[in-house]
């Protein structure tokens, strides 16, 4: 079969960089597109005063181990961001600078600040780090973070939250078949079975 799925994230959500991992895999396997949606999650928290789990708290504990666990699972290299979380907003604002040019290079942008964030633990929401990301990708970076910091692409970032917390999204990562929403990692056998008998 062939179809769409949107998919919002949060570069500074580690359960994202595991869900895009095994949403390439869904979509190569059943020749779908994917719509990647980087979002201020942030944003979306304080609109519902929703606060995550601190790393210390009981919650915040498990996440970190689980997060590792699922990552090993997957065959991904992890290692923790510092900071955690991090700002992930110019980031996001690069990630739509590109879309407007060529989605693929949107794309490939995304999957390199996944890479560095979780595949080797650096800070994503440092400049110079963001410059030199862009540049190994064959990208003008300084040019990068100049354009971010324009109103429109700040607009895009801010029209795209503001479409998620429409669609009813709360947490990252958050897949859409259709209008059927599935929120987390952890929920790639009910997308693949929608898609099955679909």
């Known amino acids: 079969m062939s179809g769409t799925i949107d998919f919002y994230f949060d570069f500074s959500s580690s359960y994202s960089y ?11 396997k059943y020749g779908l597109r994917i719509r990647w949606k980087p979002i201020a999650l942030g944003a979306i928290f304080k609109a519902m005063n929703h606060a995550p789990p601190t790393g210390d708290s009981v919650k915040g504990k498990y996440i970190w181990h689980d997060v590792e666990r699922s990552a090993e699972q997957c065959n991904l290299p992890y290692h923790w961001p510092d900071p955690f979380p991090f700002n992930s907003i110019t980031a996001a604002r690069i990630f739509w600078c ?15 600040v ?14 110079d780090v963001l410059q030199g990301l862009a540049e190994k990708c064959g990208f003008d970076g300084q040019a990068l973070l100049a354009a971010s910091k324009e109103d429109a692409i700040k607009k895009k970032l801010q029209q795209v939250t503001a479409e998620a917390t429409e669609r009813g999204v709360f947490g990252a990562p958050t897949f859409f078949v259709g209008d059927e929403m599935y929120w987390g990692a952890d929920r790639f056998e009910q997308i693949e079975r929608s898609l099955s008998l679909g």
């Open 18 to 28: 595991i869900g895009q991992h095994r949403l390439r895999g869904l979509a190569e």
């Open 114 to 127: 996944f890479h560095a964030s979780y595949g080797e633990g650096r800070d994503c929401s440092n400049s």
């Open 98 to 112: 590109l879309a407007d040019e060529d989605r693929q290079q949107a794309v490939d942008w995304a999957l390199a």
